[in-house]
């Protein structure tokens, strides 16, 4: 008797063998072929820009939303007369990426390619004055808004010309993310 159980249990050793080779061949020889298409697009993507402007009562300032230049364009016929340019910032990225800004990297531009920085030394016939709505640095959340305003005043008059008119172009720059 005993050797019928010897052999009882060979066979069910045999048996359990050849079901786990063949499990695991199966499981190894299946082909899985996946079709279709996929697409991802960038969900952390860092944007801070423009997202308006205002003027005063003289004068014109552009900046379309979502843009990071901007244009304040003034039209000044008085010596002390001054015309504004409030621009409105957004950080439009997502969740988790906040941005600072750093009031003293706010510059105008005298050229449109945004080359030459203004100085007010370098003109003797316009003042211009960038105040941002915060000092120091300021640090927007995402979907957070701040503004900062660009003053020009005319300083000293052409000869003959009743009305002076300049373009200043703005640009944000040196805005650096920062992880929530």
């Not at 005993?2 to 695991?24: E, S, T």
Request: charged share 10%.
């Amino acid at each position: 008797m005993k050797k019928k159980k010897k052999k009882v249990a060979l066979a069910v050793a045999i048996l359990v063998a050849v079901v786990a080779i063949g499990i695991g061949y199966a499981i190894t020889a299946i082909n899985l072929t996946v079709t279709g298409t996929a697409n991802a697009t960038a969900s952390n993507e860092f944007k801070v820009a423009f997202d308006g402007v205002t003027t005063g009562s003289t004068g014109t300032a552009t900046a379309a939303a979502q843009a990071e230049t901007g244009t304040c364009t003034v039209t000044l016929d008085t010596v002390g007369q001054s015309q504004t340019c409030n621009f409105e910032v957004m950080n439009y990225s997502p969740e988790g990426i906040n941005a600072s800004l750093v009031a003293s990297n706010l510059n105008v531009y005298s050229d449109s390619s945004y080359n030459t920085a203004w100085t007010n030394s370098s003109s003797q016939y316009f003042t211009v004055t960038v105040t941002p709505g915060w000092s120091g640095t300021k640090t927007l959340i995402p979907g957070e808004t701040t503004t900062f305003t660009v003053t020009v005043t005319l300083k000293k008059a052409w000869i003959g010309d009743s009305a002076h008119t300049e373009n200043f172009y703005v640009k944000l720059a040196d805005i650096t993310a920062v992880q929530a």
